[in-house]
């Protein structure tokens, strides 16, 4: 949809990101160790998940990104951040949420602050038995009153259908996407 806007909703960046459980401290975690959802917000919060390839990853937060592939804390676009800032929406996103906000860039910068978290949930985690892991960006839609959008958006203009906003679990319902979408197209035919 290039050059185009969705109506009273903007797409805002958030960078998660992870550590990794050093190898001898990976026992303690069997299988998928989630925390209690905070339901004001589509973002799970730190957990333990045990990839398929090995290895366990710990996290994410969730933390502004300063450009649309903000992959590292230090990416920064001033046109991109200036969009986001200025967008009504996130204003009042960010007024309402600043101390969570806060916290989540807080987690960013220090190690300490992110093995507390996890710690919520395995005490036996310690600062050492973590290093440095991956970060992704998650584009989340955001309406004009600061409510960021935790469902499937499908907007649909003139001969175009978009998806706007596919949150987790996208991938797995990716087949149930494409053939919403699929359908819609063939009502057009």
Same mark, same amino acid.
Request: glycine share 10%.
């Given at each position: +949809?290039?050059?185009?806007?969705?109506?009273?909703?903007?797409?805002l960046?958030?960078?998660?990101?992870?550590?990794? @459980?050093?190898?001898?401290?990976?026992?303690?975690?069997?299988?998928?160790?989630?925390?209690?959802?905070n339901?004001?917000?589509?973002?799970?919060?730190?957990h333990?998940?045990? +990839?398929?390839?090995?290895?366990?990853?710990?996290?994410?937060?969730?933390?502004?990104?300063?450009?649309?592939?903000?992959?590292?804390?230090?990416?920064?676009?001033?046109?991109e951040?200036?969009?986001?800032?200025?967008?009504?929406?996130?204003?009042?996103?960010?007024?309402?949420?600043?101390?969570?906000?806060?916290?989540? +860039?807080?987690?960013?910068?220090?190690?300490?602050?992110?093995?507390k978290?996890?710690?919520? @949930?395995i005490?036996?985690?310690?600062?050492?038995? @973590?290093?440095?892991?991956?970060a992704?960006?998650?584009? +989340?839609?955001?309406? @004009?009153?600061?409510?960021?959008?935790?469902?499937?958006?499908?907007?649909?203009?003139h001969?175009?259908i978009?998806?706007?906003?596919?949150?987790?679990?996208?991938?797995?319902?990716?087949?149930?996407?494409?053939?919403?979408?699929?359908?819609?197209?063939?009502?057009?035919?």
């Amino acid at each position: +949809m290039t050059g185009q806007k969705i109506p009273g909703i903007q797409i805002l960046p958030f960078r998660g990101e992870y550590y990794e @459980l050093k190898p001898e401290k990976q026992y303690l975690v069997n299988n998928l160790i989630y925390p209690v959802p905070n339901p004001e917000f589509p973002f799970l919060g730190v957990h333990y998940t045990r +990839m398929i390839e090995g290895g366990i990853e710990a996290g994410p937060n969730a933390v502004l990104a300063f450009r649309r592939e903000g992959y590292s804390r230090w990416d920064l676009d001033l046109s991109e951040l200036l969009e986001t800032l200025s967008y009504p929406g996130f204003m009042r996103l960010a007024a309402k949420h600043w101390r969570y906000g806060w916290g989540e +860039m807080y987690r960013s910068f220090s190690k300490s602050a992110f093995v507390k978290a996890l710690q919520h @949930l395995i005490p036996d985690v310690g600062y050492d038995d @973590l290093q440095r892991g991956g970060a992704g960006v998650r584009a +989340m839609a955001c309406d @004009l009153e600061g409510k960021l959008i935790d469902e499937f958006l499908i907007f649909e203009d003139h001969n175009i259908i978009n998806v706007c906003s596919a949150p987790s679990p996208a991938a797995t319902a990716s087949l149930a996407i494409g053939k919403t979408i699929a359908g819609k197209a063939l009502e057009r035919v």
